[in-house]
Every structure is written in structure tokens, then in C-alpha cells.
């Protein structure tokens, strides 16, 4: 699995590794949101395998966190309902 972490980690983050982030996001807009997250260079990927319904992890490179906070945020002004569940899952090698 991996092991949770709260915003104020975030600083403190280690350069290398991978992280993962559960969002909600309604079901005709994964296909969307997926394009959007492969449309930029190494940001990360999406993957609905292991996740709830209406929900996918997003899957990136831990010097890549402000980006993707960067991102969601502005998609949510596109996808309606598209939050963050809980918080970045830091990935064991």
C-alpha cells in the first residue's frame, strides 16, 4: 500500500518517488480527465483499477505535486464534482 500524507508533509517530500491521490470525479468525465493529465509531459496518470466507483487514482512523480495540484485545481472550474479524496498516498518502493 502506501503510507498517507497530510498537507503539511508536503515540504518535506523526498525529490524521487511516486505518489497516488483518489479523486471523484462523475463517470462520463474520466475519459476527460485522463486526456488531460497524459496531454502533459511526465504530470502522471490515471487508473480506475482498485478505485471505488466514480473515482480514479492519479498517479504521478513526487516533484511533480505542485503541478498536479495546479491542474485540478483549474479543472474543477470544468468538471463538475471532481474533488480530492483524502490525502497523497506516498508509494513504497
Not at 500500500?1 to 468525465?29: A, I, N, T, Y
Not at 488531460?36 to 513526487?62: M, T
Not at 503541478?67 to 513504497?92: A, F, N, W
Amino acid at each position: 500500500m502506501g503510507k498517507m500524507l497530510q498537507r503539511d508533509d508536503l515540504m518535506m517530500l523526498p525529490k524521487k518517488g511516486f505518489c497516488k491521490l483518489l479523486l471523484s470525479v462523475p463517470e462520463p468525465e474520466i475519459f476527460y480527465l485522463s486526456a488531460i493529465i497524459d496531454g502533459y509531459d511526465n504530470l502522471g496518470y490515471i487508473r480506475k483499477e482498485d478505485a471505488p466507483q466514480d473515482h480514479v487514482w492519479v498517479y504521478f512523480p513526487l516533484d511533480m505535486v505542485s503541478d498536479v495540484y495546479e491542474v485540478l485545481t483549474l479543472l474543477k472550474s470544468e468538471i463538475d464534482d471532481l474533488e480530492t479524496v483524502g490525502e497523497l498516498i506516498l508509494m513504497e518502493e
